[in-house]
């Protein structure tokens, strides 16, 4: 790093501006790119932030692709400044130091390290195979879904955690509609659920890891609606990483629209949010 670099106005942009630009582009188009050390990153993570530590930026730049815009943060917005003048030193025409850092940032949050919930997939599935862990993770979630409805005291709770299984089962469904219209010699739908791999839901994690996760009020609808966008922001997180992993031209792209309707299903539970707040005031 050239000293004078330290010194190169860095472009900078604050947590509504990033929101906005991680909302607006679609998953690929945008790299989020969060420099902090593992322990960091694995406490609290921008959903889909790509991990390399300041340290090792410089090394690692081709893992980067310099055609895109990237926002870059750390904790407070230090180690991302020098980061970000370190992207444009090399060819980076739009990297943007999050002002205020991860301690600024007011959306969802991933947790978990690199590693966190790809153990699902072995790296050496097809298409086909990732459209069946893709079709158990949605129906590991409805499950639970399911199983809090049951246990939900307060009818209005009850009635919103029948409505977030009624969204997954639609989530099914357009995952076995891809996997009917890609499949060589496709299987019936019940043969397809069949293989389905039990125990997991959406973000890669057990029910037992997200009960442990949270402390949920069970008669709370914003509670559960908070609970919700968690878990959704944990799969987009865990689809953005997979498709990083995997580099393949059918799978990526895959993995990449799942990424983007998790984007969308986060957007209509704040709507939720917002009715049940208007409801409640």
């Not at 190169?8 to 947590?15: F, G, H, R, V, Y």
């Not at 978990?112 to 893709?134: K, N, Q, W, Y």
């Not at 037992?208 to 009020?217: G, K, P, R, T, W």
Request: net charge negative.
């Amino acid at each position: 790093m050239r000293w004078k670099q330290l010194f190169l106005p860095a472009q900078t942009i604050d947590t509504e501006q990033a929101a906005k630009m991680m909302e607006q582009s679609g998953s690929g188009e945008l790299e989020i790119l969060d420099v902090r050390q593992p322990r960091e990153y694995e406490q609290g993570h921008l959903p889909g932030a790509k991990l390399i530590p300041l340290p090792e930026l410089e090394k690692r730049l081709s893992e980067l692709d310099a055609d895109k815009p990237h926002i870059v943060y750390c904790a407070s917005g230090g180690r991302s400044r020098v980061a970000a003048q370190t992207l444009a030193d090399h060819g980076f025409g739009r990297a943007y130091n999050l002002k205020g850092g991860f301690k600024a940032w007011q959306g969802r949050a991933a947790v978990g390290s690199e590693e966190t919930g790809m153990h699902v997939f072995s790296g050496e599935e097809t298409l086909e195979d990732i459209l069946v862990i893709a079709y158990s993770l949605e129906q590991g979630l409805q499950d639970f879904y399911g199983l809090m409805a049951e246990r939900a005291g307060e009818e209005k709770a009850k009635e919103l955690f029948e409505l977030l299984a009624e969204i997954e089962d639609k989530h099914k469904d357009r995952i076995f509609e891809e996997y009917s219209s890609s499949a060589s010699s496709p299987l019936d739908r019940d043969e397809f659920e069949n293989q389905a791999v039990a125990g997991f839901m959406e973000g890669g994690m057990t029910t037992e890891e997200y009960f442990h996760h949270f402390q949920l009020d069970m008669d709370s609808r914003p509670d559960i609606l908070d609970m919700a966008m968690t878990i959704e922001a944990q799969a987009l997180d865990l689809y953005r990483r997979a498709a990083d992993r995997f580099q393949d031209k059918e799978i990526t792209p895959f993995f990449l629209r799942l990424s983007d309707e998790e984007k969308e299903h986060l957007r209509r539970l704040g709507q939720f949010m917002e009715e049940i707040a208007g409801d409640e005031a």
